[in-house]
Antibody, heavy 114, light 107 residues
Framework: EVQLVESGGGLVQSGGSLRLSCAASGFTFSRFNMNWFRQAPGKGLEWVSYIISSGTYIAYADSVKGRFTASRDNGKNSLYLQMDSLRAEDTAVYYC???????WGQGTRVTVSS | DIQMTQSPPSLSASVGDRVTITCQASQGISNLVNWYQQKPGRAPQVLIYTASNLRTGVPSRFSGGGSGTDFTFTISSLQPEDAATYYCQQHENLPYTFGQGTKLEIK
C-alpha cells in the first residue's frame, strides 16, 4: 500500500524557516516524480513544487520561487521542502503527492504568524 | 498558466440524483485532467485520473469524460457519503492548476 507521511509543520514567525519531510513507503520511490501542494485555510488547492525522480529537475510556483527549496533522498525514500523567508500567506496545510495522478499524504500544517 | 474554470461553485442534490460538474481549460490539455474529492479535515483523494480513468477502489457511480478544453465529472446516483468538495486539476503543463472547487451538499 502506498503511504506518504508528511512531518515538520508548526508555528513560525514571519521571516522564519521550516523544513518539511515526506516519508514514502509501499512503492519504488526512486522511480516516481513527486509534488508538493498546499491549501490555505478555507481556500482551494495550490501546486507548490515538482521534482523529477532523479532530483535533477525541480520546478516551483512563482509564489514560492527563491524562498522554497525542494529536494529528495532516494536512498531514504524521502522528499523535503525547505521553506525560508516565510510569510503569513504561506500559512497552509502542505501535502506531498506521488506523481501527477497518485496518492497524497495526510498533510502537515504550517502557520506563519505576523 | 492554464486556467481551469469549474462550475457550479456549489450544488445541493438528493440521494439518488445524477450530478454533473464541469471544468473548462483556458487552452487544450489533451485528457490530462484529474478529479479530486475532499472531505472536511481530510486530504484530497484522486477519484478520476486522465479525464476518464477510475482509480482502483473508487465506486463505479463516479465517472469522468471530455478532452481538449471541456471536461465533466458525474455521480450517477448520489449517496450520503458523497458530500464533499470536488476539484478538477490539469497536469498537462506546470504549474499544475486547479478549478475553484464545487461544494456538494446532500439535501
Amino acid at each position: 500500500e502506498v503511504q506518504l507521511v508528511e512531518s515538520g509543520g508548526g508555528l513560525v514567525q514571519s521571516g522564519g524557516s521550516l523544513r518539511l519531510s515526506c516519508a514514502a513507503s509501499g512503492f519504488t520511490f526512486s522511480r516516481f516524480n513527486m509534488n508538493w501542494f498546499r491549501q490555505a485555510p478555507g481556500k482551494g488547492l495550490e501546486w507548490v513544487s515538482y521534482i523529477i525522480s532523479s532530483g535533477t529537475y525541480i520546478a516551483y510556483a512563482d509564489s514560492v520561487k527563491g524562498r522554497f527549496t525542494a529536494s529528495r533522498d532516494n536512498g531514504k525514500n524521502s522528499l523535503y521542502l525547505q521553506m525560508d523567508s516565510l510569510r503569513a500567506e504561506d500559512t497552509a496545510v502542505y501535502y506531498c503527492a506521488r506523481g501527477a495522478t497518485g496518492s497524497w499524504g495526510q498533510g502537515t500544517r504550517v502557520t506563519v504568524s505576523s | 498558466d492554464i486556467q481551469m474554470t469549474q462550475s457550479p461553485p456549489s450544488l445541493s442534490a438528493s440521494v439518488g440524483d445524477r450530478v454533473t460538474i464541469t471544468c473548462q481549460a483556458s487552452q487544450g490539455i489533451s485528457n490530462l485532467v484529474n478529479w479530486y474529492q475532499q472531505k472536511p479535515g481530510r486530504a484530497p483523494q484522486v477519484l478520476i485520473y486522465t479525464a476518464s480513468n477510475l482509480r482502483t477502489g473508487v465506486p463505479s457511480r463516479f465517472s469522468g469524460g471530455g478532452s481538449g478544453t471541456d471536461f465533466t465529472f458525474t455521480i450517477s446516483s448520489l449517496q450520503p457519503e458523497d458530500a464533499a468538495t470536488y476539484y478538477c486539476q490539469q497536469h498537462e503543463n506546470l504549474p499544475y492548476t486547479f478549478g475553484q472547487g464545487t461544494k456538494l451538499e446532500i439535501k
